[in-house]
């Protein structure tokens, strides 16, 4: 700005210095200080336009902050105007658990390998974080969006190698819980995505245990008592609506979840996928390496629930199309007969008997469609209750307990100390208790107990349906593996052992933060 004056001082010095004998000056200088001027002409525009800026006033401050705090709402932010929801649970506890099983089977059992007794544990139970938001896109419409990732706090995420399964899925890697986008309208929402079932959802609200170590999907939604609970699991590439409530109280919510899988068996795993359908890898627990341990090619599922003041009642239905079992069968020649339908069927309610207690029920069955011919190893076809009572002493106490029971499916496949065959006595009862104290609105501690009563038969665990550690059936025998360049023997290990008929419990205690 200072060297701009000088020169701007300069050229009027010099040109009053020179204009009195103008007329007697050379044309060529005549035509220097005509260039001369038209410069000084230029820099007086734009001493006058810097003049003017310095004395209009500064433009005022934008109204607010581009991110702002909801008033009330605990973790809702508006970005750009458009509210954000960032939400989690963290859950940590101290196990004691025992399989329960005996000493010594006769038979092909023999002696379980390692410590089946009680063995002290810490475990990482439904521990999540999550951001959800809404985009409006008009007066009654927007769009939703969802991602939610499960955290294993006492544990490093990574892929399950155990001598009971592989799977090959990091659960705690970014998006692995139910993420998903979606259309909101008058009649509903449409979402594309992952997501827990209409089937599993219905009655997550009977089920106070959700995630801990007396979880209902210990027996309720599991067909073979095993880690995985096939009728209460999330379901990746799917499409699913839900409604907005009507006549007074109900909703509807249905799901489709396709294949993917071009094999004719069903037994490769989804495009787009790191395990088979059903959970696991190929040749899982010792397996044949293919996808034959529950694989299926697409998924339906549906709900009808009503809710109004005190009652909730629910039904619902799903059916896994094309379910590859075919290592269940010990007669290569009758594997092809073990693809078939899987479906279940439940209905519940839940009531407020006073202020201060609420009683749950439900009831389900679950059908495998095979031939008569194999039968004799249908474990999959059963029925089966759960009962759940709480009682709150007063804001901060409650107490809960819950009852389930697993009837007796038409056969078995056999483990390892039972064999395959029609009528088996695989009937199981689980008992579960909890106490928990809210220390505030955000975190409470709790006390859990689990007794799995498994009849001779049975093998159903604690802790099913993606918690963090289980208690089963499994000794500690080495897996079998084969390694093609070991010789002369490529096989090692003879395992894993399935013992039925464990006393299976266990003792938790835990930490609760919720934001």
Known sequence: MKKLFAFAFACVFAFGATGIARADIA???????????????????????????????????????FITKVPGATQTFLIGGEPVTFYGQLDLSLDYTTKGLQKFYPGPGDSPQGNTSWLPAVSTNLSFIGVRGRHKLGPKSALLYQLETQLDISATAGTVNNNASNDSVVKGALTSRNSFIGLDTNIGAFKIGKTDAPYKTSTARMNPFNG???????????????????????????????????????????LLSPGQDRNAFTDGIPAGESSCSGGNVPGSGALPPACNDGSWSHVMSVSANYNHKNLYLTGAYEIHKNVNRTSDIGDPALAALDIGDEHAVKGGFQVGLNKRTTLSGLYEVMTRDVPLAIQYQNERTRSGFWWALTHRFDAKNDVNFGWARANPSPGDPGQHNTAAGLNPDNMSNML????????????????????????????????????????????????????????????????????????????????????
Request: charged share 15%.
């Open 27 to 65: 044309p060529d200088v005549a035509a220097k200080l005509d260039a001369l001027q038209k410069q000084m002409d230029a820099v007086q525009k734009q001493m006058e336009i810097l003049r003017a800026q310095k004395a209009a006033p500064a433009p005022a401050a934008p109204a607010g902050s």
């Open 212 to 254: 801990h170590i007396n979880d209902y999907a210990i027996v309720m939604g599991n067909t073979g008592g095993d880690n995985r609970v096939e009728f209460g699991t999330r379901l990746d590439h799917s499409i699913w609506y839900e409604s907005k409530t009507f006549f007074g109280g109900w909703t509807v919510n249905a």
């Open 432 to 515: 579960a208790f909890q106490y928990r104290h809210a220390i505030d609105t955000h975190v409470s501690w709790y006390l859990d107990y689990v007794d799995t009563l498994n009849h001779y038969g049975a093998h159903y665990d604690i802790g099913a349906g993606g918690r963090g550690l289980t208690t089963d059936c499994h000794d500690a025998s080495l897996i079998t593996s084969f390694d093609p360049t070991v010789t002369p023997t490529p096989v090692s290990g003879v395992g894993p052992h399935c013992y039925t008929g464990g006393h299976i419990q266990g003792f938790s205690g835990g930490l609760t933060i919720r934001f």
